[in-house]
């Protein structure tokens, strides 16, 4: 599992100590006596013990599959076991690193810079007691995780009346510009030119909060024998009309290398439109800013992506994890040949092995400086404990403390 610098850790203790635990066997389980040595591992913080996961495997320590359990143990509040510790007082040193997420102007998805869910974080308690009406406009990808925060958020709030629409995150910003929403949940980074624009019309930089990190899933129908996944020259050149990865084009499940009955089937292209954050992320980091081929499919909405795939033995399509269902498929993918495929799932979305990951955005109304108390308020509840439970609820993968305290600190300049 590879760890490029461009990921940050946000790792707040610099050592974790291997001890050995108290094992609890299952039901049906061998017995404690007949099992290879285990240690756990132990560390001052969340972050600590994600990066010794990570440094365990790279180093070779232990296997992707036990630190996939050991990462799971780690979110859910256990002291992960690792087999075969490298000694009982072992200490493995983890870089401290700043995280910092700038809303200025669109950078490589590298920039991601998330290392796992620190649900360390402090309980909603509001500041202020909000009534009038609360507005959310933007992105379709959030809109489950937006529509049950708004809802959980509200129920601190009474006399808050809230609207949401989900019309994609180009709508974010002109929403705000236009006073007809205060929240504008964004699947991709701030354009250059939503940046200027912001500043004219409300006389201060935007603020773009990350609340949230996402795998862009590829998904293929469940009877497609593709399960060893594709490069993103493949993907590339399935999708795009020049191939600016420099591979050819590929037409038909045979072109990838499959046989009997999919072999001259033609590839069904299913897309985003362009009004969607996920369509342009897609387009800038797949296709290196290249164009879709023609006769693509475009949906108005996450869901019915993958609805079109599941629909379709022969359709390919993509959209955030959060949607997936059981009657699709989603690839494993690899930034080119000499790298290992691997699934769009949480462990390889904190490394940076996954290459299609995102941070998710909300871009908050301020005018001159001054946020609106709604938007000030919300910033607050979506770094709480519960707004990232919320998070992972809906399928993504929670910020952690650090990572929470960084945006927050962007508030107040």
Same mark, same amino acid.
């Given at each position: 599992?590879?760890?490029?610098?461009?990921?940050? @850790?946000?790792?707040?203790?610099?050592?974790?100590?291997?001890?050995?635990?108290?094992?609890?066997?299952?039901? %049906?389980?061998?017995?404690?006596?007949?099992?290879?040595?285990?240690?756990?591992?132990?560390?001052?913080?969340?972050?600590?013990?994600?990066?010794?996961?990570?440094?365990?495997?790279?180093?070779?320590?232990?296997?992707?599959?036990?630190?996939?359990?050991?990462?799971?143990?780690?979110?859910?509040?256990?002291?992960?076991?690792?087999?075969?510790? !490298?000694?009982?007082?072992?200490?493995?040193?983890?870089?401290?690193?700043?995280?910092?997420?700038?809303?200025?102007?669109?950078?490589? #998805?590298?920039?991601?810079?998330?290392?796992?869910?620190?649900?360390?974080?402090?309980? $909603?308690?509001?500041?202020?007691? @909000?009534?009038?009406?609360?507005?959310? /406009?933007?992105?379709?990808?959030?809109?489950? @995780?937006?529509?049950?925060?708004?809802?959980?958020?509200?129920?601190?709030?009474?006399?808050?009346?809230?609207?949401?629409?989900? =019309?994609?995150?180009?709508?974010?910003?002109?929403?705000?510009?236009?006073?007809?929403?205060?929240?504008?949940? /964004?699947?991709?980074?701030?354009?250059?030119? +939503?940046?200027?624009?912001?500043?004219?019309?409300?006389?201060?930089? !935007?603020?773009?909060?990350?609340?949230?990190?996402?795998?862009?899933?590829?998904? #293929?129908? !469940?009877?497609?024998?593709?399960?060893? %996944?594709?490069? /993103?020259?493949? @993907?590339?050149?399935?999708?795009?009309?020049?191939?600016?990865?420099?591979?050819?084009?590929?037409?038909? *499940?045979?072109?990838?290398?499959?046989?009997? +009955? *999919?072999?001259?089937?033609?590839?069904?292209? #299913?897309?985003?439109?362009?009004?969607? %954050?996920?369509?342009?992320?897609?387009?800038?980091?797949?296709? =290196? =800013?290249?164009?879709?081929?023609?006769?693509?499919?475009? /949906?108005? %909405?996450?869901?019915?992506?993958?609805?079109?795939?599941?629909?379709?033995?022969?359709?390919?399509?993509?959209?955030?994890?959060? $949607?997936?269902?059981?009657?699709?498929?989603?690839?494993?993918?690899?930034?080119?040949?000499?790298?290992?495929?691997?699934?769009?799932?949480?462990?390889?979305? $904190?490394?940076?092995?996954?290459?299609?990951?995102?941070?998710?955005?909300?871009?908050?109304?301020?005018?001159?400086?001054?946020?609106?108390?709604?938007?000030?308020?919300?910033?607050?509840?979506?770094?709480?404990?519960?707004?990232?439970?919320?998070?992972?609820?809906?399928? $993504?993968?929670?910020?952690?403390?650090?990572?929470?305290?960084?945006?927050?600190? =962007?508030?107040?300049?």
């Amino acid at each position: 599992m590879r760890i490029p610098a461009s990921v940050f @850790l946000a790792v707040t203790a610099t050592s974790c100590i291997y001890v050995q635990p108290q094992v609890q066997v299952p039901p %049906g389980a061998a017995s404690p006596a007949a099992a290879a040595p285990v240690a756990a591992v132990a560390a001052d913080s969340f972050e600590a013990r994600v990066a010794s996961i990570f440094k365990m495997q790279r180093d070779g320590t232990i296997t992707e599959t036990q630190a996939h359990q050991m990462l799971s143990a780690c979110i859910n509040g256990i002291s992960p076991a690792a087999p075969q510790a !490298p000694a009982a007082t072992a200490a493995i040193a983890a870089k401290p690193e700043v995280l910092a997420a700038d809303a200025k102007g669109a950078a490589p #998805v590298a920039s991601v810079a998330v290392v796992g869910a620190d649900l360390n974080l402090p309980s $909603y308690k509001p500041e202020t007691v @909000l009534e009038g009406r609360m507005q959310v /406009m933007g992105s379709d990808s959030m809109d489950s @995780l937006m529509t049950h925060c708004c809802g959980v958020f509200k129920s601190h709030h009474s006399k808050l009346a809230i609207s949401l629409e989900d =019309k994609g995150s180009s709508t974010a910003v002109p929403a705000i510009l236009e006073g007809r929403a205060d929240i504008g949940p /964004m699947s991709r980074e701030l354009k250059p030119s +939503e940046i200027a624009r912001y500043r004219e019309t409300m006389g201060c930089d !935007p603020v773009a909060l990350v609340v949230a990190i996402d795998t862009l899933a590829v998904y #293929v129908h !469940p009877d497609n024998p593709l399960k060893n %996944g594709l490069t /993103m020259e493949q @993907l590339d050149a399935i999708f795009s009309e020049g191939c600016l990865r420099g591979g050819s084009k590929i037409s038909t *499940w045979g072109d990838l290398g499959l046989e009997g +009955e *999919w072999k001259d089937k033609a590839i069904r292209l #299913v897309s985003r439109n362009e009004a969607s %954050g996920t369509y342009s992320f897609f387009k800038e980091q797949v296709l =290196k =800013k290249g164009e879709f081929r023609a006769g693509m499919e475009m /949906m108005n %909405g996450s869901r019915e992506v993958v609805q079109a795939v599941a629909n379709d033995r022969y359709a390919i399509g993509y959209s955030g994890i959060a $949607y997936k269902t059981p009657a699709v498929h989603a690839l494993p993918l690899a930034a080119d040949k000499n790298r290992q495929a691997v699934p769009p799932e949480e462990i390889h979305a $904190y490394s940076g092995d996954y290459p299609l990951t995102r941070s998710l955005f909300v871009v908050l109304s301020r005018k001159n400086g001054v946020y609106s108390p709604s938007a000030k308020e919300f910033s607050r509840f979506i770094y709480s404990r519960e707004g990232q439970q919320l998070v992972r609820t809906e399928g $993504y993968y929670p910020v952690n403390a650090a990572l929470a305290q960084a945006q927050l600190r =962007k508030m107040e300049k």
